[in-house]
T-cell receptor, first 116, second 111 residues
């Protein structure tokens, strides 16, 4: 069966510090991968998605970046965190679309980031 | 992707059917209706999706109006564990399947 892992589960970082959040998927190959952020009391916002190794699409301009160095690994990074980067970061994966089919997204447990 | 409108909150008694409405008046012919829910402090969970026919699975039923401008998610026998934020999302099936989450409906199941 497929599983998705995220770490760390919680993180407290000072403003201006770097960030690296990791997401890995097991039990599937060539997935689509997604990074979402949920600010306190807000809905989920798609940040990045990837359809393959080295292929990253950004949805929202910001000081965050994403990378996909391996097929089942997705990394969210920042060189300098802002207070507004605080939130709940969720990684998700889905299978590739088959003609006429929908592949649901499966979400990881999330990382709760607090920037002070 | 078409925009959706949902009530911000709803209450339902445990054991009763919870009916969550969603308006999507600008939906186009090739767009599906998807429902996810998010229990507090967890990632969203897929519930069900449909195009124009009513759908049912082990979690819920989805009723889509004939003109497809609105739909209703039905949880037939709500339990306390169904308390969550429910998101109605409309989009096509092509591309990377990006999901755009709105504010959703906060459903509270009361004992």
């Amino acid at each position: 069966s497929q599983t998705i892992h995220q770490w760390p589960a919680t993180l407290v970082q000072p403003v201006g510090s770097p960030l690296s959040l990791e997401c890995t998927v097991e039990g599937t190959s060539n997935p689509n991968l997604y990074w979402y952020r949920q600010a306190a009391g807000r809905g989920l916002q798609l940040l990045f998605y990837s359809v393959g190794i080295g292929q990253i699409s950004s949805e929202v301009p910001q000081n965050l970046s994403a990378s996909r160095p391996q097929d089942r690994q997705f990394i969210l990074s920042s060189k300098k965190l802002l207070l507004s980067d605080s939130g709940f970061y969720l990684c998700a994966w889905s299978g590739k679309t088959l003609a006429g089919a929908y592949n649901e997204q499966f979400f990881g447990p999330g990382t709760r980031l607090t920037v002070l | 992707d078409a925009k959706t409108t949902q009530p911000p909150s709803m209450d339902c008694a445990e054991g009763r059917a919870a009916n969550l409405p969603c308006n999507h008046s600008t939906i186009s012919g090739n767009e599906y209706v998807y429902w996810y829910r998010q229990i507090h402090s967890q990632g969203p969970q897929y519930i069900i999706h449909g195009l124009k026919n009513n759908e049912t699975n082990e979690m819920a039923s989805l009723i889509i109006t004939e003109d497809r401008k609105s739909s209703t998610l039905i949880l037939p026998h709500a339990t306390l564990r169904d308390t969550a934020v429910y998101y109605c999302i409309v989009r096509g099936i092509q591309g990377a399947q990006k999901l755009v989450f709105g504010q959703g409906t906060r459903l509270t199941i009361n004992p």
